[in-house]
């Protein structure tokens, strides 16, 4: 019997560590299924996408730069998928159609909450950035209840965008938006969605945003900690954290939505880190 085939599609993908999580996801729940890598032409994504699942695949995650061309392409989308805009997760459902879903919010959540022991409830939270990575876990930050949640950008309007989208999921939480300059008093976490620690840069914050109090996360990982971690470090944050669990549990979820079983994430995590 052969196995089930699935990919993660990028450009350029040849860096993702994908394949290894989900082969260790497979060969730990005894899953009959076969994870391969991508590359679609920057110009033709939906032509990629038609052939995979022509061919027999079964399901595939989206990555860079993909994830609304993904959310576009689908015949209908889950709920966490339809206000982010984007899609890391596609599948066709028993009637054919192309399925999205963002699992991207949810991996975040659970590594903070699960994996770290931070307390998203009731807390005072800073989110930087305002582009795709963030709009994309806003839902499930919110939904976690947070007391406050500022997001700051370099461009004030596209944060106070996000805050007007996502107004009806607020609840309890006051949102509001900010630009990188203004937040003066210290926070409980932080979250960095920018990219330019990969740049080695760092958003324009004031120290006075943490106190010996203050966790931070960096969605983005690195070998050696990262840019933004370690000036937080060096402000003295109580803890740093970067975004290797994210990435392990938002392919948990993919996982979990296509094959039906929750793998454990721990041992992929060491064996990533190793």
């Not at 914050?205 to 933004?228: G, K, N």
Request: charged share 15%; aromatic share 6%.
């Amino acid at each position: 019997m052969s196995n089930d085939l699935y990919a993660v599609v990028g450009n350029p993908i040849s860096h993702s560590k994908s394949p290894r999580i989900h082969s260790l996801f497979a060969r730990q729940t005894g899953e009959a299924m076969e994870y391969t890598a991508i590359q679609a032409p920057l110009d033709d994504f939906a032509g990629t996408v038609a052939e995979f699942f022509r061919a027999g695949g079964c399901g595939l995650n989206v990555t860079v730069p993909f994830k609304e061309q993904a959310w576009a392409l689908a015949d209908r989308r889950a709920v966490r998928a339809e206000k982010a805009g984007a899609a890391n997760t596609l599948y066709r459902d028993q009637a054919g159609d192309l399925v999205a879903d963002n699992t991207d919010g949810q991996g975040l959540v659970t590594d903070l909450t699960v994996n770290h022991g931070i307390a998203l409830a009731g807390c005072k939270l800073l989110v930087l950035g305002a582009g795709g990575a963030v709009r994309g876990v806003l839902g499930p930050l919110l939904a976690a209840g947070p007391a406050s949640l500022t997001l700051a950008n370099r461009t004030v309007s596209r944060a106070q965008a996000l805050v007007e989208l996502f107004a009806d999921e607020a609840g309890e939480t006051g949102l509001s938006a900010c630009g990188f300059d203004t937040p003066d008093q210290p926070f409980d976490l932080i979250i960095n969605g920018t990219s330019a620690s990969l740049q080695g840069d760092l958003p324009p914050l004031s120290q006075a945003v943490i106190d010996r109090h203050t966790q931070v996360y960096d969605m983005m990982y690195a070998a050696t900690t990262t840019p933004f971690n370690q000036w937080a470090l060096d402000q003295g944050a109580a803890q740093a954290v970067d975004g290797l669990g994210m990435l392990v549990e938002q392919a948990a979820e993919s996982f979990r939505i296509w094959r039906g079983v929750s793998p454990q994430t721990a041992p992929v995590m060491a064996a990533l880190r190793s």
